[in-house]
């Protein structure tokens, strides 16, 4: 039982390249979320589904586009990255509130 | 106004006292609120939620919740040098969707040996 894991661990990009950040949880979760922190800016939500087949836009989803694969995955899309989503990216799965996350994706765009 | 405020700190505690830290919301019909710890270099770890006001206890953790006051508060005694991370408070509040969190952006807990 590996919870909810991401692909890659870290990945640098350049400027206008594109890149799909994976997820995959295994605790039957019906919501599955991305998020972006940021050093002094906390954790902010980029997208998130509901439950398989929907996805809703979180508080910062400019640039950024997801898909909703199956109920078990849940992937994000820069189409053509830009030095401010340099980041960390952090997906996360829930049953019911309590939000469980994955190990994280380290993200440097040049 | 940000929705969930915490002290970003860093908060420094000697190695056996009681670390209080503190998270303030501004949407009065918050029902739910968690605490998340986390590691340097590592993912949020859920470690506390709380529905009802009150204190709500696990092991060396307590959780207070005060809605009349829009303020919850972690409670962490005995502190430990492996306590040392930064704790993110995040909220459900009542609008939005029905499982979207509102994150603080964490206080940063030193637990000094």
């Known amino acids: 039982n590996a919870g909810v894991t991401q692909t890659p661990k870290f990945q640098v990009l350049k400027t206008g390249q594109s890149m799909t950040l994976q997820c995959a949880q295994d605790m039957n979760h019906n919501s599955m979320y991305w998020y972006r922190q940021d050093p002094g800016m906390g954790l902010r939500l980029i997208y998130y589904s509901a439950s398989e087949g929907t996805t809703d836009k979180g508080e910062v989803p400019n640039g950024y586009n997801v898909s909703r694969l199956n109920k078990r995955e849940f992937s994000l899309r820069l189409e053509s990255a830009a030095p401010s989503q340099t980041s960390v990216y952090f997906c996360?799965?829930?049953?019911?509130?309590?939000?469980?996350f994955g190990p994280g994706t380290r993200l440097t765009v040049t | 106004q940000k929705e969930v405020e915490q002290n970003s700190g860093p908060l420094s505690v000697p190695e056996g006292a009681i670390a209080s830290l503190n998270c303030t919301y501004s949407d009065r019909g918050s029902q739910s609120f968690f605490w998340y710890r986390q590691y340097s270099g590592k993912s949020p770890e859920l470690i506390m939620f709380i529905y009802s006001n009150g204190d709500k206890e696990d092991g060396r953790f307590t959780a207070q919740l005060n809605k009349a006051s829009q303020y919850v508060s972690l409670l962490i005694r005995d502190s430990q040098p492996s306590d040392s991370a930064t704790y993110l408070c995040a909220v459900k509040s009542s609008s939005g969707s029905a499982r979207q969190l509102t994150f603080g952006s964490g206080t940063q807990l030193t637990v000094l040996p």
């Open positions: 996360a799965g829930a049953g019911g509130y309590e939000q469980y």
